[in-house]
């Protein structure tokens, strides 16, 4: 069964203070991994999606990187507009419209 | 286009009345998705459909859930003899043809079981 992990639960960042979060996971056979914002009361956003170990995607202050175990978000130079929680989810080869979701990092950037 | 919406956006029941939300997805997208979220969970993926049809259903899912797609446009979820664990945010998604995991989520239903 496909597992995702998300640490840390909570970050607090100070404006201006890059940080990364990471997503391991457990899949068999990885289609992709998805990265979503979601904002309180509302659906997740989608942001990227990685396929392949060694991949990188680039969205403003987000970058998101790819390993065969882990993927991680790293944002650069945050704004309190940043603040939301971060998913990460992974599909596999055998139900690819399936996702399987990790639980989240709840982001707060104090100006 | 005006995205992914759901109705109604809040729905309070009794313990063991039916309740069915609606999802319309961004037109001419062919994937639509259920999932269920409660407070501090990621999503939990309940079923989806591409066109009209049923490709996948969670084991997770109960045979008092029940989803459809009939004319491969908007989608119905029925939750018959609701029970207090069923309260939760319940999410829809859909994805175009040539892309089909970029999800575009709905704003959601939340549902309170009482």
């Known amino acids: 069964e496909d597992q995702v992990t998300q640490s840390p639960e909570a970050l607090r960042l100070q404006e201006g203070e890059s940080s990364s979060l990471n997503c391991s996971y457990t899949?068999?056979?990885?289609?992709?991994l998805f990265w979503y914002r979601q904002d309180p009361g509302k659906g997740p956003e989608f942001l990227f999606t990685?396929?392949?170990a060694g991949e990188e995607k680039e969205k403003e202050r987000l970058k998101a990187t790819l390993t065969k175990k882990e993927s991680f978000l790293h944002i650069t130079a945050p704004k309190p507009e940043d603040s939301a929680t971060y998913l990460c989810?992974?599909?596999?080869?055998?139900?690819?419209?399936?996702?399987?979701f990790g639980d989240g990092t709840t982001l707060t950037v104090k100006p | 286009d005006t995205g992914v919406s759901q109705d109604p956006r809040h729905k309070i029941t009794k313990r063991g009345q039916n309740v069915t939300f609606r999802c319309d997805p961004i037109?001419?997208?062919?994937?639509l998705y259920w999932y269920r979220q409660t407070l501090g969970q990621g999503p939990e993926f309940l079923t989806y459909?591409?066109?009209?049809?049923?490709?996948?259903k969670s084991r997770l899912l109960s045979d008092r859930f029940s989803a459809e797609r009939p004319k491969g446009s908007f989608s119905t979820l029925e939750i018959q003899r609701t029970e207090q664990g069923d309260s939760a945010m319940y999410l829809c998604?859909?994805?175009?043809?040539?892309?089909?995991?970029?999800?575009?989520f709905g704003p959601g239903t939340r549902l309170t079981v009482t």
């Open positions: 037109s001419e997208h062919n994937r």
């Open positions: 899949v068999s056979g990885l289609r992709g």
């Open positions: 990685l396929y392949s």
């Open positions: 459909f591409q066109n009209e049809a049923q490709l996948e």
């Open positions: 989810a992974v599909s596999n080869n055998t139900n690819a419209g399936k996702s399987t």
């Open positions: 998604a859909s994805s175009p043809r040539g892309s089909p995991y970029e999800q575009y």
